[in-house]
């Protein structure tokens, strides 16, 4: 089936250094979004990507859709403790067939 | 508005027992969705419905049941429960599944433990 892999697993980073977690698809994707979930908690929308190319920001945070939209990027400026958590991507292959697949995640874990 | 909302919080279970896992949201939305998180893994998308009167298989629909049984609620039904399917499952709504922004609202979750 369709699968949407995500890298790294695991990051620790010190306060204050930057982070990056990557997910790629074999195949081209219709969109792809973005979700955070901290510890114990559930995950929680933080943005989707639809344009071959396109970037945008949320004060620290950085998403990126590749121009084959195969792949995408979110990057952390500076984190923060209250960056701590899961991040997960989920595909979507094709808008008629509605569901999203998600990676596994990439979990992130900050060094006061 | 609470969102999404599911109960049980937590729930343990003796191999072979059964039991129904409750979703219920406020915001009007036509899609709803139940996935299995199993620790150090991504979602996994179990059973969705794309409108009231609807569901249809995901990803990992084995030993599940669902149903929605109006635009606000949809349950997930185990009928003979397996230590595999310990985990923690959530419970999902969008507005419509298929138009370009698909934002999907999760609820607190439930912890599945079964012995």
């Known amino acids: 089936g369709q699968q949407v892999m995500q890298i790294p697993q695991y990051q620790h980073v010190q306060e204050g250094e930057d982070f990056t977690t990557y997910c790629n698809s074999s195949t081209t994707l219709s969109n792809i979004q973005w979700y955070k979930q901290r510890p114990g908690g559930h995950p929680v929308f933080l943005i989707q990507l639809v344009k071959s190319g396109e970037v945008k920001k949320q004060k620290r945070l950085t998403f990126q859709f590749g121009e084959a939209k195969k792949n995408s990027s979110l990057h952390i400026t500076a984190t923060q403790t209250t960056d701590v958590g899961t991040y997960f991507c989920a595909g979507r292959y094709n808008t008629n067939a509605g569901k999203s697949t998600f990676g596994d995640g990439t979990t992130l874990t900050v060094k006061p | 508005n609470a969102g999404v909302t599911q109960t049980p919080k937590f729930q343990v279970l003796k191999t072979g027992q059964s039991m129904t896992l409750q979703c219920a949201q406020d915001?009007?939305?036509?899609?709803m969705y139940w996935y299995r998180q199993d620790p150090g893994m991504g979602l996994r998308l179990i059973y969705y419905?794309?409108?009231?009167?609807?569901?249809d298989k995901g990803e990992v629909p084995n030993g599940y049941n669902v149903s929605r049984l109006n635009k606000r609620e949809f349950s997930l039904r185990l009928e003979s429960a397996a230590p595999s399917q310990t985990s923690v499952y959530f419970c999902a709504s969008s507005s419509w599944l298929f138009v370009d922004y698909n934002e999907q609202f999760f609820g607190p979750g439930t912890r599945l433990t079964v012995l």
């Open positions: 419905s794309a409108s009231e009167g609807t569901t």
């Open positions: 915001m009007n939305h036509n899609s």
